[in-house]
């Protein structure tokens, strides 16, 4: 199966802030050498937000990370896609997952569910090379790497990436979330991460997964630890941030979609810094 060719790193936000920037805000993006927008927040299935995206640049893609299977047609989604397809050949990746079961009341069986979904993609003609999965333990990434390009963990390390690759081999996609705070001080990006990870420390696949990272009950109990903190959010100088996002790479990722946690008004600044480290321009 061919892997998305999107660069080595992206930009991960909600895909309501990508609505909000203006199109030379995104070109700017563009310009800087991300090669993928990655848009959160379960979307809705007509995906009309990422036509405005593609529309105004030349080359970056968009994903999902992630619509939804519970609250997200597999039909409508993937008229989406060819809708997408047709108009912007290869740029748009559909990334999917099965959410939490603390968010949704159907929430039953996810797995069974997931390949059903897939099921459906495939029946509509979606092809799975243009298919992530939202993955973070062993037997979904394993269906990631049979079913779809590959996966797309959320909130992990360098040493889960490691880990999954070793788990579904060379041919998959990895495409690992890592967020940033442009930051040197310690207790100022912890305070921003915890508010950020505040409602993840309620559901359990991402508290399973950290555990078996080897963080203990400790540290993944509310606010969560420092060590909790500083493994999942990179701070420092911009040295020090691309080398923790790079670390994702030398550990077997084919993409990092960077999180900036700064706020809107500071993505592309935030960019902007960050893209000479990470050897972007």
């Known amino acids: ?153 959320y909130l992990t390390t360098p040493e889960h990436t490691a880990s999954a690759r070793d788990l579904v081999g060379p041919d998959a996609f990895i495409a690992p979330e890592h967020k940033v705070v442009l930051t040197t001080d310690a207790e100022q990006a912890r305070a921003i991460g915890r508010k950020a990870l505040a409602v993840y420390l309620d559901l359990a696949n991402y508290l399973n997964n950290w555990k078996r990272l080897g963080f203990t009950d400790a540290d993944v109990a509310k606010p969560g630890s420092d060590a909790l903190l500083d493994a999942v959010i990179a701070y420092g100088t911009t040295d020090e941030i691309a080398a923790r996002l790079r670390a994702h790479l030398d550990a077997g990722a084919d993409h990092v979609p960077v999180q900036v946690l700064t706020g809107p008004d500071h993505l592309v600044p935030a960019l902007t810094e960050l893209a000479g480290p990470l050897g972007l321009r």
């Not at 559909?94 to 009341?105: C, R």
């Not at 459906?120 to 993955?135: E, M, Y």
Request: charged share 20%; no cysteine; glycine share 10%.
């Open 1 to 153: 199966m061919t892997k998305p060719s999107l660069g080595p790193f992206g930009v991960f936000g909600h895909y309501e802030q990508f609505r909000t920037l203006s199109p030379q805000q995104l070109r700017d993006i563009e310009a800087l050498g991300y090669g993928a927008i990655w848009a959160g927040g379960s979307p809705p299935a007509e995906l009309d937000w990422v036509d405005p995206i593609l529309e105004v640049t030349e080359t970056i893609a968009v994903a999902t990370g992630i619509v939804n299977i519970w609250t997200a047609a597999a039909g409508p989604v993937a008229e989406s896609f060819h809708r997408l397809e047709a108009t912007y050949p290869g740029r748009f990746i559909l990334g999917i997952g099965v959410g939490h079961p603390e968010a949704h009341t159907e929430y039953k069986k996810p797995y069974d569910a997931l390949v059903d979904y897939l099921d459906q993609l495939g029946q509509h003609d979606v092809p799975a090379d243009r298919v992530v999965v939202a993955a973070l333990g062993p037997q979904v990434l394993k269906l990631a790497a049979r079913r779809s390009a590959g996966a797309h963990p």
